[in-house]
């Protein structure tokens, strides 16, 4: 199969390397506005199945043309362009996921169903880790239940050696984390889709040492498309973002200061917004790119084998210092990769865009992140 990479950053990196290790991948295009950085990607990987290109995702018409002959395309790019990308797709008739990271968008990608099974391809949107990989996870474990009441998610990904003054590190795009901290985040309370301000409803939680003491509170996108999908079956279903002690009530500040806000003000003639000029200072006063872990606990309760029982998920992944991708890539791009060949390998349960907790094999899915060392503890 061919698959197509768009956006070689981070998780483009990442995507790349996993389709390139995998052995029915035959050819990867690994495509980026900017040239120089795919092929440094592709010289960093070092596969000869793997060919840079360039890219302008705006641009509709180059895009459905380097789309065609490709099995599928997964989207690595910011958000805002998956949209336009997934209507290029269906026009190609190429198979195509993205990360994710905005309800609103992916609920546009979602109404192309119609479209999507008429060209018989998969748009199957947040593809990445949470919402993503912890979605088909939700699903896998859910089927465990006779009856399910409660569904809770825990996700982070943190530098291993925290460094003031948040004790966090850049490991993907800041525009997608300021935008998990600012909008509402979508829950079940009491069987009801209920929307709840981010970074509020701090909790406390523990895990191995060297971690130990964790906080989790509410952010955005993380249950993506979950409320839907088990509205009627749970009582309660919510996600939280896991961070070091503090770091929830460091960044409240930030944004009841209005530097998150993308309203326009105007200083000494000047025009700009605070959130542009906020995401900019993390950029420059955070580190980025030191070895990282993500934490991942899922929790179930209901009835099982007609008793009351629950059930945990725990995943505890690090930087691979062998090939030098941070547990965050492998955690992101690698579910992306998985679902990508499923889709190309016509494996998923039905044409459309589709939501993966529904479509994806999900003992195939979990057999495939355990094949690459991404193993779940399950108590």
Avoid: W
């Amino acid at each position: 199969m061919k698959i197509l990479v768009l956006g070689a950053g981070r998780m483009g990196l990442g995507a790349a390397y996993d389709l390139a290790h995998s052995a029915d991948v035959e050819a990867v295009t690994l495509a980026d506005l900017d040239i120089e950085r795919a092929r440094a990607v592709v010289e960093t990987i070092k596969s000869d199945k793997l060919t840079p290109a360039h890219i302008d995702v705006t641009n509709s018409p180059q895009v459905i043309e380097l789309m065609r002959g490709h099995d599928a395309a997964i989207s690595c790019v910011v958000y805002h362009h998956n949209l336009r990308l997934a209507r290029a797709a269906i026009e190609a008739r190429t198979n195509f996921c993205d990360l994710g990271g905005n309800n609103g968008v992916v609920a546009d990608e979602l109404a192309l169903d119609e479209d999507a099974r008429r060209a018989s391809v998969n748009i199957i949107p947040d593809c990445g880790l949470a919402p993503g990989m912890v979605s088909v996870l939700v699903a896998h474990g859910a089927a465990r239940f006779e009856r399910l009441d409660e569904i809770h998610i825990r996700v982070g990904g943190l530098p291993q050696q925290p460094k003031p003054p948040l004790n966090y590190q850049l490991i993907f795009s800041i525009e997608g984390l300021i935008n998990e901290y600012v909008e509402r985040a979508r829950v079940i309370r009491k069987g009801r889709i209920i929307e709840v301000d981010s970074l509020t409803e701090v909790e406390r939680l523990e895990f191995p040492q060297p971690f130990g003491a964790m906080e989790a509170f509410q952010t955005s996108g993380g249950t993506s498309t979950l409320p839907e999908s088990f509205l009627g079956q749970v009582q309660e279903l919510d996600y939280k973002t896991i961070r070091y002690p503090g770091h929830c009530e460091q960044f409240r500040l930030l944004v009841d200061l209005g530097l998150a806000s993308s309203e326009e003000v105007e200083i000494d003639g000047v025009r700009a917004t605070p959130r542009k000029i906020l995401g900019e200072m993390l950029m420059r006063n955070l580190p980025a790119d030191e070895p990282d872990a993500v934490l991942i606990r899922v929790e179930f309760r209901g009835v099982s084998e007609g008793a009351e029982r629950e059930l945990r998920y725990d995943i505890i992944d690090r930087f691979d210092e062998s090939t030098g991708l941070s547990a965050m890539m492998r955690t992101t791009a690698f579910p992306a990769s998985i679902i990508a060949q499923m889709i190309a390998r016509g494996e998923t349960k039905q044409k459309g865009a589709v939501l993966q907790e529904l479509c994806i094999p999900l003992d195939e899915f979990v057999a495939a992140l355990a094949k690459r060392n991404i193993k779940i503890r399950k108590s």
